[in-house]
């Protein structure tokens, strides 16, 4: 029997499109894979009690002949960072422990408009801050490979449901490599688009300069379809791009059937080809390089000398931005209040309900970001960082000049232990290296898998970059690369645990 | 270098308004020094000639036209509050004893 958690959202898409499955088998399927799996996956803080009513009424409009999109009657799953007005939305944070946000934010509005049905809300590290969803307020989730292992983070839950076959489509937010570098470890496909070509209305903010939200899939075709239902202008969002953008689904089929790369001039940025990157690693990432010159394409060497400052620099704007808009969780809007033994005014019951509410990371970020912001400090740390960002833009612009797209693995290491880096915030901090750099500038990114390390036999990431705007590309480029690597290694997901 | 001292934390703490416990005060102190020491390398390349970016992707003066919207109802905007009267939020004492 046809198992419809195996299929793409594009191969759904067709069955559902001639009627041969039903959005509620199609639902009910993904339903029974989370209760057979997500015990020990842990992608999920909530799954959806409304699904099947959902997919019901998707398969009575198809069944009234009105006119559906592509995607309609395929199920998501979503981050927990974005607000929906029928479930918790919490950031995996517990100060917002059982919110229910009175909207939905416009990334999910517009899935629901598509009709998509939306499966639940997945598991994040608190506020998005951190690169293995171990810093959840609600335990980490694990790595559907080997579940002794991180998922990345900060979009670990969205990246493991798509990769445990829970979902085959999800939302994630990328503000410093969110969406790519949990890609990268669980060999799903993450993109980042340009900053401003999705809303940000409604995703609880954790860097505004930083945050983008983008699909995470199985393959480029459905991050692309999902992308354009997710994508495009709303007023809601002063950051929002007015441009009318070109449809990322021909972008991804056309670079399915090209022939050849031929006058594609794609550059390695030196600074990121795996300076002390694990050797598995770096041995795929240069074995797809080989595949892209056989295809045609042009490899150039370029170099973005500031690269080796983006951590620094991210690890200043990020907390300074972060410590503003977490001011907004003060015990009296919403979410959690905690009052001091013998009551208190509200000063005290603010910081009392902050520190019962906020984990770790999230402490740490928000006092270096009150730090890096407070008089005396401001010109030396966050000035400076915001004048290292614009090196990074020369850079990118200088590399852009000489190459279409620039590329580097998508993560430095395969999927690490749960518990190896929880203590050490640098060395997590670090995880982001080849990510970073894209958020401080704007520009797309997409992580596809490309291949398992030899010596683990977990999954490693590509990373593409366009130029801002340029998203069409890396669809383009992305599903031509995606087929190359296909048929050498097959499909990557094939040979992970089957888990139930 | 240590320039990150219990007492700075402390004033952090204060002005992030989160109260830290003693511990977590002692363990922060160690920690954002070593951060703090990492991060500073920006100052090695940023030279008064270099502008500094804010936003990714400049934008200036987004505006909407000046009309009414669909809002929430007061219900809506209360319902997640920790404490309400039915129209307005509600707080402890504002101003301590000693004010």
Redesign the interface.
Known sequence: MLDLTRLSAAELSELLTDREVSSVEVTQAHLDRIAAVDGEVHAFLHVSEAALAAAASIDAARGDGTPLGPLAGVPVAIKDVLCTHDMPSTAGSRILEG?????DATPVARLRAAGLVPLGKTNMDEFAMGSSTEYSAYGPTRNPWDLDRIPGGSGGGSAAAVAAFEAPLALGSDTGGSIRQPGAVTGTVGVKP???GVSRYGAIALAS??DQVGPVTRTVLDAALLHDIVGGHD?RD??S?PDAWPSFAAAAREGILAESLRGVRVGVVKELDSPGFQAGVTQRFHEALELLTSAGAEIVEVSAP?FE?AV??Y??ILPAEA?SNLAKF????????V??PG??????????T??AG?G?EV??R???G??AL?AGYYD??Y?????????I?RDFAAAFERADVLVSPAAPTTAFRIGEKVDD??AMYLNDVTTIPA?????PGMALPMGLAPEDGLPTGFQLMAP?RQDARLYRIGATLERLLGERHGAILDGAPVLA | MSE?TRE??EH??????????AE?IET?TG??D???E??????????PD????????A?AN?T?PDVPGAT?TPE??L?????SDGSR?V??????EEQ
């Open positions: 919110w229910v946000p009175p909207y340009t900053y401003g300069s930083l007023p002063s950051t791009l500031h400052y620094a620099a690890y200043l410590s003060d015990s009296v809007r919403f979410g959690l209040r009052a001091p009551g208190g005014t509200v000063e005290q019951v603010m910081a009392a902050r520190e906020f770790p402490k740490r928000v006092i270096l009150t730090y407070s030396a740390y000035g400076s960082a915001q004048q290292v960002r614009t090196l833009q915030p640098l958020n401080l500038a704007g520009v801002a | 990150i700075t934390v952090l703490a204060e002005l992030a308004r989160i109260a830290l416990s977590e922060l920690q954002l070593a951060i703090v990492s991060v500073a390398k920006v100052a090695e390349v940023a030279t270099v502008p500094a970016t804010s936003h990714p992707i934008m987004v909407r929430l809506e905007a319902a997640g509050a920790p404490e939020f707080v402890s004492a504002i101003l301590g």
